[in-house]
C-alpha cells in the first residue's frame, strides 16, 4: 500500500500510524517513507509529493514492495506520481475533492484522469475527503487550516477499517501525543471514527473492499515496531550501559541523520546526553572530548557531513581514542538527493581520509539490525581503541519494521584495556601506550587519573612513550600498527555466513546494507545463495574462501560500484555489479531478473 | 597531603621548540608560576591546543595535554568539560588558530560560556607557516602572501568576543610578569569561559608590531592596567586619567590632577565600557576589562539533564516502547 499526499498533508504520521496498527495485529511488514527535500512543497505539484510504502502479510517480509495493491491519493499530482508504481487491478482511494482544475494543471493533468481512460485497469474509490473530514470536525470550532490538518487521521480510519484493525491503540496514541491540546485531540478523534464510519456505511460498502490479510509467522518472544532511528539510539544507550559509561551524542542537524539527535534527547535516563554543536566539525571533535574525558562519543552525520568530520577522525585514529561515527547515507554528490537513500559513502568510509589512517567499517541491514550494529560498533571501538564507522542507508532512519526485542541482559560486556597500575618511578607517557597484543588498543587512560599524566595530539607519536617523534622508522612502525590494528578487528568478528541458499554454486549475490530486503526475496524466488556484509571493514576472514566455491558473485547495490570495488581490492576477485542510482530501493523483480539473466550467462 | 608545586613542577622534560627570543617562553614561564600559584592539581588539569606556534604549549606543561586539529581545540575542550566538569580545561590559540579557521567554534563556545579558560597569543602573523598576515594583522601588513601590503581589515579579538557573548575578556602582554600573572590568575578563577588575548611578540616574523606600548621605557604612558572599582590612571604618577567624551561616544585621555572628578572608574561588568576600553589605542587597556558572572553552560548541561547524566533506568525497562506484542 502507498499513501501519497502533500508534504503538508501528514502523509508519514498517518503511514507510521498505521505500521504500528499493522505491528499490533501481528502481521509482519516493512515500510518505505519517501518524501520531499522541501518541508512544505508547492502544495499539489508533482515534486512535493510525500509518500509512505507498507508492505504487509502473513509471509515474513523484507521489503516495502514492488508495486502497491492499494494507493491512497491525496491531490491529482499524488496521482500521477504514483500511478505508473502500482499493480494492475490495484484499489485506488482518491480524495475526490482535490481534483480541481487548478489542481489538475498543477499536477501537470491536460485532462481529468477520472474522465478517461487511464483508470481503467484499477479499482477506484472516490471519497471526498477534505468535505467529509471537515464535516466531522466542524463542532469542535477549528480555523479551517487546523481543520483540514485531522484528514489523515480521516483516512486512517477509513484504512483501519478496510484492513479491519483496531481503532484503540490509534486513538491512545493520539490522547498521548496531544494531551496539551484537548480540542484538537478530540477533532483528531473525531476524524478518525468518522473515516471509520465512513468505510462502515452503506453508500460505499459496495465498491469498497475490506481486505484481509493473515498474521505473520514469526518466531516467538516479544516484538514491537522499531525504525533504524529509534534501534540505533537504544543501541548507542545499550552500549553505554553495557560499557558501564555515559554516552555523549554530538551532532549537527542534518537530513536524514536529525531523527536520531531527536530520539536521544529522550532517553536521558539511561545515560546519555546530547550536544547539538555549531558544526559538523565541532560535534566530532566534542565527540573526541567526550572519549578522551571518559565518556562514550558518539557523532552522527550524513555524506557532506561525513566529509567536514573527516580531519578529525585522523585525530582520533592518531590519538587512539574510540568513538562511532554513524553515517546515514543519502542521494550526492554535493547536497545531492537529501531525502533519498543511497549506499555510495563507502568509498569515502573505507578509503576517505588522507594519509593511511584505517578505521574500521559496519553497515546495517535493516532498521532492527541498527541495534546490534551500534552496540557492535562500540564494542570495537573500545576494544580496539579506534573511530569506527556505522554505515546506514539513509531511508532506514524513517523506515519501521517489527522487531524482536533484544535481551540485554544476555550481550556480553564492553570492556577496553584495563589502565596500568603504576609502579613508582615508571614513565606514564610509557604506561599509556601499553597496547593489548591481540587488540592493539591501548588503555584507555583519561585527565583526572593520578600519576598517568601525559600528553597526546595529532603529531606522530613515539610507539612506546607516545613523544612527539619524526623518527623515520617510528613512522613506518606507527603506520603499520594502525594498519594491523584494524585488521586485527577481523580476529574478532564471527566468520561470514550464507544468509539463504547453498555455500557454494554457480552464483552468489552479496549485497550490505538495506539491500538485504530485497535480496534476500530475489535470491528466494531464484533458489540461488545470499551472502550480507555486515562488516564491511575489515572483511571477515573466510570470505574469500567462501566466495571462491561459487562460479559468479553478483553485487547489487545502490551506488555505481563501491562494493564490487572493494572485494576486488580486498579479495582479488572478479565481482558482477547490480548498481541502481535512482535514489529508490532496488524491486524484487528487477533483482531476479538479473540474478536469472547472470546465471545463464545473458547479461548485458 | 599534597606539598605546594612550585612552576617546575608544571614543567616537562619535553625541548621547547620555539624560536630564541619568542614571547611564548614568557607566556610558558607566567602560565607554569600561575599553576603552582592557584594550587592547580597536574592530574586535574588539562591543556587542549589547536595548530600553530601557540599550539604547541600542551608539550611542555606537566599536565594532561591535548594536541587537537587546527582550530577546533574549544569544541575539543567543550565535549572533554561536560564530561568531566571537575577538570580545569585551558585551551590555548592564537590569532590564526582561533579567530580565522577556528572562529566559529570560538564564538559558540563563548556564547555558550563553557568552563573553559582560553588564552588567545596575539601576535598578528601567521608564524608556523612561515609569516603570512594574518586575521589581527593591520592593513598594509607586508608578508609573503601580501607582498603589496594585505588589504583585509583586521578582526578585534576583543570585539569579537564581546560580540559573542564572553562573559570574561581580559588583556595582558606576554613579558609583563605582574600582569600577566595577575590576568591567569583571574581568567582561571573565573566560572566560565574566561577568554585572554595575550600580546604575544613575534620574533622573527612580526617583530615589535606591538612596541609602541609594550615598550618598558614607555609603559608608564601607553599602559592602563585596569582594577575593578578604581580610577582609571595612568602616566607615572598617576597623572593622567581616561574620561568619557559624551559628544564623541568615545574615551579620552585627560590631565588627572587637574580634573580628578571627571576620571571614569573602572566597572568591569559594564559591557559598553569594555566595549570603549578593548578600542582605546594609546593607552593600551590591560587587565580584566569584562567580567559578567553567570552559569557556565557544563553546569546548565548537568542541571538540565533530568538525572544530572547518571543512568537511573535499566535500557531493557524502556526497549519495549509504548506499543509491544507477544507472539507465541
Known sequence: MRLAGDSGDGIQLMGSQFAVST?????????????????????????????????????????????????????????????????????????????????????????????????????????DISHLNLEAVRSFGLSKSESGRCKNFWTLGLLLWMFGRELEPIEAWIRRRLAGKPTMRDANIAALHAGHAFGETAELSATLPQLSVEAARMAPGEYRSVTGAEALALGIAAAGELADRPVLFCSYPITPSSPLLHRLTRLQELGVGTFQAEDEIAAICAAIGASYGGMIGVTSSSGPGIALKTEAMGLAVSAELPMLIVNWQRGGPSTGLPTKTEQSD???????????????????????????????????????????MLLVDGYLSNASEPWLIPDIESLPRIDSRPVPEVPAGSDAATLAYQRDPASLGRPWITPGMPDLVHRTGGLEKDYLTGHISY???????????RAAKVDSVANFIPDQDVELGEDSGAIVVVGWGSTYGPIYQAVRRTGTSFIHLRHIHPLPRNLGTLLGRFDKVLVPEMNNGQLATLLRDKLGIQPVSFCKVSGQPFRISELADRIEAERKGDAS | MSEQLTARDFTTSQEVRWCPGCGDYAILKAVTKALADVGAKPESTVFVSGIGCASRFPYYVETYGFHTIHGRAPAVATGLKLANPDLDVWVVTGDGDGLSIGGNHLLHTLRRNAGLKILLFNNEIYGLTKGQY?????????????????????????????????????????????GLGDVLQQAHAFDGASFTEIFQNCIVYNEDVFAAFTDR??????????????????????????????????????????????????????????????????????????????????????THHPTQMRRTRSVAEFIKGPNSWTVE
Open chain 1, 23 to 127: 505491528a499490533l495485529s501481528g502481521r509482519d511488514f516493512a515500510t518505505f517513507p519517501d518524501y520531499p527535500a522541501e518541508i512544505r512543497a508547492p502544495a499539489g505539484t508533482t515534486f512535493g509529493v510525500s509518500a509512505y510504502q507498507i508492505n504487509l502479510g502473513g509471509e515474513p517480509i523484507t521489503t516495502a514492495g514492488d508495486a502497491p495493491d492499494v494507493l491512497v491519493a491525496f491531490n491529482p499530482a499524488a496521482l500521477k506520481v504514483s500511478l505508473p508504481m502500482l499493480q494492475p487491478g490495484a484499489l485506488i482511494v482518491l480524495n475526490n475533492d482535490s481534483f480541481t482544475p487548478r489542481n489538475l494543471t498543477k499536477a501537470g493533468y491536460e485532462e481529468d484522469p477520472r474522465e478517461g481512460n487511464t483508470l481503467d485497469q484499477f479499482q477506484v474509490v472516490r471519497a
Open chain 1, 471 to 481: 623518527d623515520p622508522d617510528n613512522h613506518q612502525r606507527m603506520t603499520e600498527f
Open chain 1, 346 to 388: 563507502l568509498y569515502q568510509a573505507v578509503y576517505g581520509r588522507n594519509a593511511d589512517t584505517p578505521i574500521p567499517v559496519l553497515a546495517a541491514g535493516s532498521s532492527g539490525e541498527c541495534f546490534d550494529m551500534a552496540v557492535e560498533g562500540v564494542r570495537i571501538a573500545t576494544r580496539h581503541m579506534t573511530p569506527v
Open chain 2, 217 to 302: 621605557k614607555n609603559a608608564a604612558e601607553t599602559q592602563l592596567h585596569l582594577k575593578h572599582g578604581e580610577p582609571m590612571l595612568f602616566g607615572g604618577d598617576g597623572s593622567k586619567g581616561i574620561r568619557f567624551n559624551p559628544d564623541t561616544y568615545s574615551l579620552e585621555v585627560i590631565d588627572a590632577t587637574e580634573s580628578p572628578g571627571e576620571v571614569l572608574v573602572h566597572d568591569e561588568r559594564n559591557a559598553v565600557l569594555a566595549r570603549l576600553l578593548i578600542d582605546l589605542q594609546l593607552p593600551v587597556a590591560l587587565g580584566v576589562i569584562y567580567r559578567q558572572p553567570a552559569e557556565p553552560f557544563e553546569s546548565a548541561f548537568y
Open chain 2, 134 to 178: 594574518s586575521p589581527t594583522s593591520r592593513k598594509g601588513t607586508i608578508s609573503p602572501s601580501s607582498p603589496a601590503g594585505s588589504i583585509d581589515t583586521p578582526v578585534s579579538p576583543g570585539q569579537f568576543a564581546i560580540g559573542a557573548g564572553a562573559k570574561f575578556f581580559a588583556r595582558a602582554i606576554d613579558t609583563d610578569k605582574t
